[in-house]
């Protein structure tokens, strides 16, 4: 068993255990920052911050195998951070919310830093 390395007052632990996330907020968490643990996903993210796409033009811009992108679309919606729309056959993705952006920017960000 470890030895603790100092004795934590109570009202620092108190703050701790205040700012720390329920357990079902850290599985959306967790959930969530997987959408950006994929360098295809990441790819396609991009894409999509720029413009509203169908499953093709994706797989064309990128050079990925369609089955592929389809899978992809299917986690990243799944996620929550992509939503699709119908148009007569074709199936359009955009980016939910303008905090994607945010997300990746800031994570460029802090790896520019290091």
């Known amino acids: 068993m470890g030895i603790l390395c100092m004795a934590l007052e109570s009202d620092k632990r108190d703050i701790i255990l205040?700012?720390?996330?329920?357990?079902?907020?850290l599985l959306e968490l967790?959930?969530?920052f997987s959408a950006f643990s994929d360098s295809t996903r990441l790819k396609i993210l991009s894409a999509l911050l720029v413009s509203e796409l169908c499953v093709s033009d994706i797989s064309q811009i990128l050079r990925l195998n369609q089955t592929t992108t389809s899978h992809q679309l299917k986690f990243l919606k799944n996620c929550g951070v992509v939503e699709s729309r119908r148009e007569g056959k074709t199936i359009f993705y955009k980016i939910v919310s303008s905090y994607?952006?945010?997300?990746?920017?800031?994570?460029?960000?802090?790896l520019a830093c290091l």
């Not at 700012?19 to 079902?24: A, D, Q, R, S």
């Not at 952006?101 to 960000?109: H, I, K, R, Y």
């Open 18 to 25: 205040d700012y720390m996330p329920t357990e079902k907020e």
């Open 100 to 110: 994607i952006d945010s997300v990746l920017v800031n994570g460029a960000e802090f």
């Open 30 to 32: 967790s959930g969530f």
